[in-house]
């Protein structure tokens, strides 16, 4: 197939976490460049991320939580046949497979393991990543090259269609007016350079301890008079209250929309966070981020691409670090030293050497 012969449509399935979504945008701006009408199908929470998008025909919005059964599967698979030419599945899953096989897309591209297990740097591990035993839904499938930096690993998927990627392809947000108008009205005379925290995480192992991040806050106050905002979702309004209240001057957002938020990250100066969402909408809308790793680490390929202005710091010197793929709810070993033991200088230091590029 080739896209860019005539213009057809492609429907992207992701139906993972806010992060995941995220890493799928540089998959959208090539396919739209390549003369593709692009749609893109997913969860409820991650919706609004994806308005205003530029390359973006339609999103399709499917709640996979409260309608889980294989009765809405069948109904939306009814639903989308016919559209498209082409269904790429960026998200290694069955529910995904199935709902790709059900809409009788003549192309539908998914991944296929990779030929060997991963062993991460300073480690014995081999690690392997989980796919689905539908795979064979699939027309067509890429191997899942470990690795290799995530918003490339999925542009991999658009090799299917006849073009590839030379380097790692950055992805695009959309901002609007009303929520740039609405984040310069919340921050009112706060002090720059603006650095931004996200001490909260889906994951509670990923968490980089509430005392470290204040440490980084309160040195950074002192050190370079910078203005802090502390920023989380819902539920993370304890660990942003403990935060925000021990660092002097400091403010807490945490009832912002996701247009809200994209617009803050886009104004920063600086964005500190754990390996989360806000590291790759920080990464997409051009922003200096600090990310603080533990039980993952960015040699699995969830990072910005190399040249985004970036500080990827973890502990480096643990044999169980990654401890797998996929985050664990809690530390396999009891001991969460790839955190607890990670040491706020080091942050501040990569702190610093971002905020050195700031006016320059």
Request: aromatic share 6%; with cysteine.
């Amino acid at each position: 197939m080739n896209g860019s012969a005539t213009k057809k449509r492609v429907l992207v399935i992701n139906t993972a976490f806010l992060g995941d979504v995220a890493l799928t945008t540089p998959l959208f701006s090539l396919l739209a460049e390549n003369g593709w009408t692009v749609d893109a199908l997913v969860i409820p929470a991650s919706a609004p991320l994806l308005g205003d998008h530029p390359y973006l025909n339609r999103v399709i919005v499917y709640d996979k939580h409260r309608e889980p059964g294989l009765g809405k599967l069948l109904s939306l698979g009814r639903e989308l046949r016919g559209w498209y030419d082409t269904v790429i599945v960026p998200h290694r899953s069955a529910r995904s497979a199935v709902l790709a096989r059900l809409t009788r897309t003549p192309v539908r591209v998914g991944y296929r393991p990779p030929k060997g297990a991963f062993t991460p740097p300073f480690t014995n591990k081999n690690l392997r990543p989980r796919f689905t035993a539908l795979r064979f839904f699939y027309t067509h499938r890429v191997e899942y090259v470990l690795g290799r930096q995530e918003g490339r690993r999925i542009c991999d998927l658009g090799a299917t269609l006849g073009f590839r990627h030379k380097s790692a392809p950055i992805g695009t947000l959309g901002v609007s007016e009303t929520d740039s108008r609405c984040i310069e009205n919340r921050l009112g005379g706060i002090s720059r350079p603006l650095v931004v925290l996200f001490p909260g995480s889906v994951w509670a192992s990923k968490r980089y301890p509430e005392a470290s991040y204040i440490e980084v806050g309160r040195r950074l106050v002192k050190e370079r008079r910078v203005g802090v905002v502390v920023c989380g979702s819902a539920g993370e309004e304890g660990v942003c209250a403990e935060v925000t209240t021990g660092i002097p001057g400091a403010l807490g957002l945490i009832d912002l929309t996701l247009g809200e938020l994209k617009a803050l990250i886009k104004v920063a100066d600086l964005v500190v966070t754990n390996d989360s969402a806000p590291l790759h909408l920080a990464n997409i809308l051009g922003t200096r981020v600090v990310a603080v790793y533990g039980p993952t680490t960015p040699v699995l390929g969830f990072r910005p691409p190399e040249g985004h202005p970036q500080r990827l710091v973890f502990h480096g010197g643990l044999e169980c670090q990654p401890c797998r793929l996929s985050p664990p709810k809690a530390c396999p070993l009891g001991h969460h030293r790839c955190m607890l033991d990670l040491d706020p200088e080091l942050v501040i230091e990569a702190c610093h050497d971002l905020l050195e590029e700031v006016g320059r």
